[in-house]
């Protein structure tokens, strides 16, 4: 399945290099359900797959994709109407590359909706010491956030999770990052300790931590003034789709 993945995504806009190991992972803290996948072989060799997840009466598409020699035989649409068919859920969920637009095209005749705009972003390690929230320290988890986060950014992944993951910050704001890979769920100030530099010392502290660059991904488009601001690169721009099932 890895092998599958990784040809798949070998010429997207980010190229997929994972291991065994990171896939499993990620498609874990999704909530991956072997049962609910679907996949196309040649002989024994799997060159098409959607790899389905599910949450109570929500199901969401951690990745589809066919092998680069095997494109343009309707492989694709096939294991969508298969996944929507077959999925024990109300809604199904998936994220698609902007600039994708054949993939986008498939899902919208599907009858997928878009829902909105989501960005990824890296914020640099330069490997010097940067400033860092005094007296570092596990935060609870206040309903401090702006925006519903994504599927793979919400409580419910990190739940799943069987990395471990850190939590730094204070009573004024905190940050979730997995020293394993650097992604960043979750990043929430309170309301009123807003404006303060805050959010870009908990990037800045959560860098210095683990010793790598951070990935940031699928925010919503309003954030892009803030992360330029703090020096992240913006890697992609995805575009969020439901169906009503």
């Known amino acids: ?115 909105r705009r989501l960005q990824s972003w890296t914020y640099p390690w330069s490997g010097g010491l940067q400033p860092a929230v005094g007296g570092l320290k596990a935060a609870a988890t206040p309903d401090w956030f702006d925006q519903t986060p994504s599927w793979q950014n919400s409580l419910a992944s990190l739940r799943r999770a069987s990395e471990p993951y850190e939590i730094l910050g204070d009573d004024r704001g905190f940050v979730v990052v997995f020293p394993s890979n650097g992604d960043v769920p979750l990043l929430a100030v309170r309301r009123d300790q807003r404006r303060k530099g805050i959010g870009s010392s908990l990037l800045a502290a959560a860098v210095q931590h683990i010793g790598k660059p951070l990935r940031i991904m699928n925010v919503e488009d309003r954030f892009e003034p803030f992360l330029a601001h703090i020096g992240a690169k913006k890697l992609v721009r995805q575009i969020e789709m439901i169906i009503n099932l």
Request: include cysteine; aromatic fraction near 12%; charge should be neutral.
């Open 1 to 115: 399945m890895t092998a599958a993945f990784n040809d798949a995504f070998s010429d997207y806009d980010i190229p997929a290099k994972y291991s065994v190991e990171y896939l499993t992972n990620l498609v874990k803290r999704r909530g991956y359900r072997p049962d609910l996948a679907v996949g196309a072989f040649d002989g024994d060799r799997l060159v098409g797959f959607v790899f389905n997840c599910l949450d109570g009466d929500e199901a969401y598409n951690s990745g589809t994709g066919t092998a680069i020699s095997h494109r343009r035989q309707g492989i694709a649409r096939k294991l969508m109407q298969r996944s929507i068919e077959t999925l024990p859920a109300k809604r199904y969920i998936l994220e698609v590359i902007e600039t994708n637009a054949r993939a986008a095209s498939l899902y919208r005749d599907l009858g997928f909706v878009e829902t």
